[in-house]
């Protein structure tokens, strides 16, 4: 009687053990895209603009959508913070944000590309593989505008990615962006 | 003897929760460690990376590949490409692009090269182009018995930039310009030579030494 009551004890330690890992897994999808807006707004001073509503457009209406909000569609889920007319220039952030940077999103996410150019700012794509989605971090930073987006890809969008990231990361958030400037009315 | 078994019960599903949130990345010999130029980026006007690693390419599906100008999927060219990116392990590039000549110096890329420095590299091209100041050498790792190319890594020194790229994975040398412009690889303008034309290196492996030129 002892032993079974320890037996149960020892499977229930084992189950909490096994839900907070997953548990955790499952907060850091959110906390990771909130920090590095945060990091944004803290290493440049600037503040972003978010787009709640966005997601929300094709799942819960049955409205008649432009071709820039269907062509967002099948990114499923999706959060955007669009920084608008700030000024990103005050700071360098060859060095100092592209390790700031890492070190928030490794080892979680993987670095796909990340494109810095002096005169035409950051871009960033990072990866994550969850269940039959893959997750898709992109940070841009222009002078005077940024956008920080999180998709989810199926598998053959995830491998249009993969094959040409650059062209395919400026595609996704063209389309993103795109959309968020729609009225959605 | 109960309470040791169920304690290995115990550490076994500790560890498999554990295992679950982990992403374990395998590193390989011919996996070089491109980030030790990171400090050049403070000179530089535009630096590239892009980081494919194992985990990232076996997503690929081989039959979904295939070349942008191919009209034809059965084409010679999209089936090397396929070829090659089977054995593929990791495709890893950092390029730096500069304003003025001179902004960067052999010191500044010492690093790569101690790693190309380690057991199982050897140089296998230097092809060096005095009027266009552009040096472009390629490095093998060959399987300790020498008989394949587990790894490759191109160093492409010009005047206003560099470019280092890092293939992992069983590669045929003779195919290695399909690779370019796939998978965020510059264009190198890397072909290779007819067989005929030039005698196989005595150290490197059973493949026809590829030659680098200048397209046109």
């Known amino acids: 009687m002892r032993h079974s009551r320890r037996n149960l004890l020892l499977l229930l330690l084992s189950l909490c053990v096994c839900a907070s890992s997953a548990h955790s897994a499952g907060a850091g999808k959110e906390a990771e895209y909130n920090t590095v807006v945060r990091l944004i707004e803290s290493y440049y001073h600037v503040k972003h ?36 007319d700030q000024d990103f220039s005050a700071r360098d952030g060859f060095v100092e944000f592209h390790q700031q940077l ?11 590309l990340a494109v810095r150019a002096r005169d035409e700012g950051l871009t960033y794509t990072f990866t994550k593989e969850d269940g039959e989605k893959y997750k898709v971090l992109i940070i841009a930073l222009a002078q005077r505008d940024g956008t920080v987006l999180q998709v989810d890809l199926n598998r053959a969008e995830f491998i249009k990615l993969l094959q040409d990231p650059e062209g395919q990361t400026k595609n996704i958030t063209d389309d993103a962006t795109s959309a968020a400037n729609e009225d959605p009315e | 003897m109960k309470n040791y078994t169920l304690l290995k019960l115990l550490t076994l599903i500790i560890c498999a929760a554990g295992a679950m949130t982990t992403h374990a ?29 194992e985990s990232l390419l076996r997503l690929i599906p081989i039959d979904a590949i295939k070349i942008n100008n191919d009209t034809d999927a059965k084409d010679t060219n999209t089936k090397e490409l396929k070829q090659i990116i089977a054995g593929l392990k990791g495709v890893y590039v950092k390029n730096f692009e500069f304003i003025n000549e001179g902004e960067y110096t052999d010191a500044d890329i010492a690093p790569i090269r101690a790693q190309l420095k380690a057991p ?49 994975g069983i590669i045929d040398i003779e195919k290695l310009s399909k690779l370019e412009g796939q998978f965020g690889i510059p264009e190198l303008d890397i072909e290779a030579d007819k067989p005929a034309e030039k005698k196989p290196a005595k150290s490197s492996p059973a493949v026809a030494p590829a030659a680098l030129t200048k397209k046109p």
């Open chain 1, 102 to 112: 890492r070190q928030t999103l490794q080892p979680a996410w993987s670095p796909l």
């Open chain 1, 49 to 84: 603009k978010g787009i709640p509503v966005l997601a929300n457009i094709g799942m819960k209406t049955a409205k008649v959508l432009s071709s820039d909000v269907r062509r967002v569609m099948r990114f499923g889920d999706f959060k955007l913070a669009i920084f608008e």
């Open chain 2, 25 to 53: 990345q395998v590193r390989y010999p011919a996996q070089l460690q491109i980030d030790t130029l990171e400090p050049l980026a403070a000179k530089a006007n535009q630096v590239v990376d892009v980081n494919l690693p």
């Open chain 2, 120 to 168: 199982g590299w050897a140089r296998f091209v230097n092809v060096i182009n005095k009027r266009e100041g552009r040096k472009i050498e390629v490095y093998l790792m060959t399987a300790p018995q020498g008989a394949r190319v587990e790894g490759l890594a191109i160093l492409a020194a010009e005047p206003k930039a560099l470019t280092v790229v890092n293939i992992v």
